[in-house]
């Protein structure tokens, strides 16, 4: 399954973009292309996890103004703006969770369950669906995050590394622990 994410960027867009950044630094006016470019995709990572628009637009804007706040310690890794975006969108997200826990949701669509099926190759999807959806909805908000990312969004194990802080190989490794949960939890006889 291939997962060229539709956030990837080219190495010259990623040029360019630092270009921006560089000048974010020294002057915040120069900050509004990547809120312009960035603000869409913050705003619907946030909105999707949790169904309260007016919280996902408080969210986002505290995402963007801690990201302004903050540009000068940015460090460039090769990876796309967004991806400090996002850990910083997470960062707000798991706060908000942990002192508002009814505020979480799942917001899967069928396409997006087919990957986790194809991948896990064990299953078949109609009869395992609301299985699977009440399964994932059980992990624990880290690992929630991870299938999110992955499946639902479908971006690289790096990018997801960088949103997660985490290692490109230790994102690899907990995606494949994550699937095996999943897979046990849906293949294995109901305990009664």
Not at 23 to 37: I, M, V
Not at 61 to 78: C, D, H, M, P, W
Not at 114 to 121: A, D, N, P
Not at 153 to 171: H, L, P, S
Request: charge should be neutral; proline fraction near 3%; include cysteine.
């Amino acid at each position: 399954m291939s997962y060229n994410s539709r956030y990837h960027h080219t190495a010259v867009q990623l040029h360019e973009e630092h270009l921006i950044i560089e000048a974010a630094k020294t002057d915040p006016n120069h900050f509004a292309p990547l809120y312009d470019k960035y603000y869409k995709q913050i705003f619907g990572y946030l909105y999707q996890r949790m169904d309260d628009k007016d919280t996902a637009f408080d969210l986002t804007s505290q995402v963007f103004l801690k990201a302004l706040t903050n540009i000068g310690r940015y460090e460039f890794k090769g990876v796309p703006f967004a991806s400090w975006l996002y850990r910083i969108a997470h960062s707000e997200l798991m706060q908000l969770f942990r002192e508002q826990k009814n505020k979480r949701c799942i917001n899967a669509d069928i396409g997006d369950l087919r990957f986790i099926c194809e991948e896990t190759q064990e299953f078949y999807l109609e009869e395992y669906i609301p299985l699977l959806k009440k399964v994932i909805s059980e992990l624990d908000p880290e690992d929630c995050q991870m299938v999110e990312l992955r499946f639902f969004e479908r971006r690289a194990f790096k990018e997801i590394g960088e949103i997660m802080d985490i290692t490109e190989n230790n994102a690899k490794v907990r995606m494949y622990r994550i699937l095996e949960k999943l897979k046990k939890a849906i293949t294995s006889p109901k305990k009664n």
